[in-house]
């Protein structure tokens, strides 16, 4: 008998663009659309959730990123919504060890939620099992990037204003309400936050700006200012920076500037084939079977030169 695991699964923490696209039209929610409806509704609960029991941002923001890791990699819900977010706020209380008891948390929940409350002793066995799917959905990779201290860094190299800085700050916070922590690191967000936050303060000190130096390359700064501009132009209203009372306007006219840099750009296309797109729904879709075909084991990426020869990963 093989010593070996019958199943490897290494973290992936980052996706392409082309992936996430791909995986969405299998996922929970097959549209955008779709996501942004359910997920600003989660992320509304979680907020007041978090204020209620005096949870740190931190916590929140970790919920967040666990509930749109959730709803990409799966293709349908283990629970109820309310339970989801439950879940996705018990994981996150473990990951940043603040701990909260799971009774707590479910009436909190239940109580900003506009559903009629659920026993806890009902809802308590789907909350545990979706707290296992999370986890594996994450491929049990706790680490989780945020790009606020890059945001104090990068503005004292760069010498923006403290104003700067707190909007920066703000946007950042609206970060986790799209995919762009699936797809870029934290000092390329943390970049993309500080230039939009100059550009609406009209600051132009810290331009022109190179990114290299902040270990980022251009187009990746721009990929995720469309990401930031995209989402206020739509949803402008439910995120942090809309309290600040922006027209839609002024992110259109953004957007366009930051869409012709990249067209000029010249990108090789990296369109998919039917076939690969099969590859990346079959791999990256959390299987809910697979732990019952034998044992699984999860590995992050730098342990991957420790691993038998003879083992698969995927």
């Given at each position: 008998?093989s010593?070996?695991?019958?199943?490897?699964?290494?973290?992936?923490?980052?996706?392409?663009?082309?992936?996430?696209?791909?995986?969405?039209?299998?996922?929970?929610?097959t549209?955008?659309?779709?996501?942004?409806?359910?997920?600003?509704?989660?992320?509304?609960?979680?907020?007041?959730?978090?204020?209620?029991?005096?949870?740190?941002?931190?916590?929140?923001?970790?919920?967040m990123?666990?509930?749109?890791r959730?709803?990409?990699?799966?293709?349908?819900?283990?629970?109820?919504?309310?339970?989801?977010?439950?879940?996705?706020?018990?994981?996150?209380?473990?990951?940043?060890?603040?701990?909260?008891?799971?009774?707590?948390?479910?009436?909190?929940?239940?109580?900003?939620?506009k559903?009629?409350?659920?026993?806890?002793?009902?809802c308590k066995?789907n909350?545990?099992?979706?707290?296992?799917?999370?986890?594996?959905?994450?491929?049990?990779?706790?680490?989780?990037?945020?790009?606020?201290?890059?945001?104090?860094?990068?503005?004292?190299?760069?010498g923006?204003?403290?104003?700067?800085?707190?909007?920066?700050?703000?946007?950042?916070?609206?970060?986790?309400?799209?995919?762009?922590?699936?797809?870029?690191?934290?000092?390329?967000?943390?970049?993309?936050?500080?230039?939009?936050?100059?550009?609406?303060?009209?600051?132009?000190?810290i331009?022109?700006?190179?990114?290299?130096?902040f270990?980022?390359?251009?187009?990746?700064?721009?990929?995720?200012?469309?990401?930031l501009?995209?989402?206020?132009?739509?949803?402008?209203?439910?995120?942090?920076?809309?309290e600040?009372?922006?027209?839609?306007?002024?992110?259109?006219?953004l957007?366009?500037?930051v869409s012709?840099?990249?067209?000029?750009?010249?990108?090789?296309?990296?369109?998919?084939?039917?076939?690969?797109e099969?590859?990346?729904?079959?791999?990256?879709?959390?299987d809910?079977?697979?732990?019952?075909?034998?044992?699984?084991r999860?590995?992050?990426?730098?342990?991957?030169?420790?691993?038998?020869k003879?083992?698969e990963?995927?």
């Amino acid at each position: 008998m093989s010593s070996y695991p019958s199943d490897i699964i290494m973290s992936k923490p980052y996706l392409s663009e082309n992936a996430i696209q791909q995986i969405q039209a299998h996922s929970i929610y097959t549209t955008y659309s779709q996501y942004m409806a359910q997920a600003n509704n989660a992320f509304k609960v979680m907020e007041a959730t978090c204020k209620s029991m005096l949870l740190p941002v931190r916590t929140f923001v970790t919920a967040m990123v666990l509930f749109s890791r959730y709803c990409l990699l799966n293709s349908s819900l283990g629970g109820t919504f309310e339970e989801t977010v439950i879940a996705c706020l018990v994981c996150a209380c473990k990951i940043e060890d603040t701990a909260k008891r799971v009774r707590d948390l479910h009436a909190s929940v239940y109580s900003y939620s506009k559903v009629a409350t659920v026993a806890f002793d009902t809802c308590k066995p789907n909350i545990m099992a979706l707290e296992l799917q999370i986890l594996e959905t994450v491929t049990f990779d706790f680490r989780i990037r945020h790009p606020q201290p890059y945001i104090i860094k990068i503005a004292k190299a760069l010498g923006a204003s403290k104003e700067v800085a707190r909007l920066a700050w703000t946007i950042s916070m609206d970060t986790y309400r799209t995919h762009m922590h699936m797809k870029r690191p934290p000092h390329t967000i943390a970049l993309s936050c500080l230039i939009l936050a100059a550009k609406l303060l009209n600051e132009t000190k810290i331009f022109p700006l190179k990114s290299e130096p902040f270990n980022s390359d251009r187009l990746s700064v721009n990929y995720a200012l469309l990401d930031l501009l995209d989402l206020y132009m739509v949803y402008l209203d439910s995120t942090k920076l809309g309290e600040h009372k922006y027209e839609k306007s002024v992110f259109s006219q953004l957007r366009i500037a930051v869409s012709k840099e990249v067209e000029n750009a010249h990108v090789e296309d990296h369109t998919l084939s039917h076939e690969q797109e099969q590859v990346i729904s079959k791999e990256l879709i959390r299987d809910k079977t697979r732990s019952d075909k034998g044992t699984v084991r999860y590995v992050l990426d730098w342990e991957i030169h420790q691993l038998g020869k003879h083992e698969e990963v995927n």
